[in-house]
């Protein structure tokens, strides 16, 4: 084969390569502190591959996920959330404290179970946040460390 057919090959396969790969984009998240826990190992083979229309995509972090673009992104291995007069609501038998809003984002840590879980799901997506912690616990639960403590009625 002559030089130039080879190089105009090679290009041709490095252009495909570069095609193909730029299609499964990774998204860059950092690990929480206990990322390395056995049970955040356990949680990450249970999380799904889509949350209602939002496609599980891939991370580059230890025991996180991420799904949508990424609308929700889960984290293990976050600080234990100490007892608080937050909100706290069960979904599907897993108890969360929801953190107060912020502007762009909602996020919501495991209550009761070491190590914690972090969900944050980006606001203003048309996106039903009960179904996605709904999903997520179910999914979840069977990984997750027994509960030591649950959420109480908030007193006003």
Same mark, same amino acid.
């Given at each position: ?12 396969? &490095?252009? &495909?390569?570069?095609?193909? $790969? +730029? @299609? ?15 049970? @955040?190992? =356990?949680?990450?083979? &249970?999380?799904? %591959? ?7 995509? *891939?991370?580059?972090? /230890?025991? !996180?996920?991420? *799904? ?8 293990? +291995? ?6 608080? =007069?937050?909100?706290?609501? $069960? #979904?599907? +038998?897993?108890? *969360? ?12 840590? !495991?209550?009761?179970? =070491? ?8 606001? +203003?997506?048309?996106? =039903? #946040?009960? %179904? ?5 616990? !179910? %999914?979840? /639960?069977?990984? &997750? %460390?027994?509960?030591?403590? $649950?959420? !109480?009625?908030?007193?006003?």
């Amino acid at each position: 084969m002559p030089l130039n057919r080879r190089l105009a090959a090679v290009a041709g396969a &490095l252009g &495909l390569l570069a095609a193909l $790969t +730029g @299609c499964s984009t990774t998204v860059h998240l950092e690990p929480a502190a206990d990322a390395n826990d056995p049970v @955040c190992a =356990d949680v990450s083979v &249970l999380v799904p %591959s889509a949350i209602g229309d939002l496609e599980r995509v *891939w991370t580059d972090a /230890q025991a !996180t996920a991420a *799904w949508g673009d990424p609308t929700v992104v889960l984290r293990c +291995g976050v600080a234990v959330p100490a007892p608080s =007069d937050l909100v706290c609501q $069960t #979904f599907s +038998g897993v108890d *969360w404290l929801v953190l107060d809003q912020e502007e762009e984002r909602q996020r919501l840590v !495991t209550y009761g179970r =070491d190590p914690a879980i972090e969900v944050i799901i980006r606001r +203003g997506e048309a996106i =039903d #946040f009960r %179904s996605i912690i709904d999903k997520l616990s !179910t %999914s979840i /639960q069977s990984g &997750l %460390s027994p509960a030591t403590s $649950t959420c !109480t009625e908030r007193l006003e």
